[in-house]
């Protein structure tokens, strides 16, 4: 089964406009990741940030963390028309927590961004 | 950029036949994950290996399908035999541990006919 779940499962947007993609997960984990994956190509590691961590930023992209809800959530400002692709969250689950993987995937959010 | 290679991009293949696809993690990665894309079940992980030593690979069928990290330049993943239900894109993804992300290859996609 998978440990993330994102929301919305589909995202339509005007450039310029901003997305917000969420995402929760159900056992303690090391970090989380967002990943973008482009329509018949690999994923692309957007941005990680640590159980100890509540907030980060990258370019357009900022990620929040609140591990007492078990939650995080993928910002990207000023969205582009290239920015059209599904995001998926991954969690990073210690090894010893028994039936939790590392590096499990949510469903994923698939992002339209309309020119 | 570094990448992870993988071979083949696709493959069509006869149901009943061995399937291997290969995959080159980046120089120096300790990690490497094989994962299975479907549009029913999204991604699921099907191997797991640190330094080469499978860690996990509970996600993966055990009678049909095989992982070996033979060397730290190359790991395989092998159906035999493949069946059209292992039809699907398989994608490589190496790291290293404390990690930083993971990086994927682009993929095989296998079709099972």
């Known amino acids: 089964s998978q440990q993330g779940e994102e929301d919305p499962q589909a995202l339509s947007i005007q450039e310029g406009e901003n997305a917000t993609m969420n995402c929760s997960y159900k056992t303690s984990i090391n970090n989380l990741q967002w990943y973008r994956q482009n329509s018949g190509r690999g994923l692309v590691h957007l941005i990680l940030i640590r159980s100890n961590e509540r907030e980060k930023h990258s370019g357009r992209l900022r990620v929040t963390l609140d591990t007492s809800k078990k939650s995080s959530s993928l910002l990207i400002t000023a969205s582009r028309a290239a920015d059209t692709a599904s995001y998926f969250c991954a969690t990073d689950a210690p090894f010893s927590s028994g039936s939790a993987r590392q590096l499990t995937f949510g469903s994923g959010t698939q992002l339209t961004v309309l020119p | 950029d570094a990448r992870v290679t993988q071979t083949p991009r696709h493959k069509v293949t006869e149901m009943g036949q061995e399937v291997t696809m290969r995959c080159q993690p980046i120089l120096g990665h300790n990690t490497v994950f094989w994962y299975r894309q479907t549009m029913m079940q999204g991604l699921e992980l099907l191997a797991y290996?640190?330094?080469?030593?499978?860690?996990?690979d509970s996600g993966m069928p055990k009678d049909r399908f095989s992982a070996e990290m033979p060397d730290a330049t190359l790991a395989t993943l092998k159906i035999q035999p493949s069946e059209p239900r292992d039809s699907a894109v398989y994608f490589c993804?190496?790291?290293?541990?404390?990690?930083?992300?993971?990086?994927f290859g682009s993929g095989t996609r296998l079709t099972v006919v």
């Open positions: 290996f640190r330094n080469r030593a499978p860690l996990d």
């Open positions: 993804a190496s790291g290293l541990v404390p990690i930083y992300g993971y990086t």
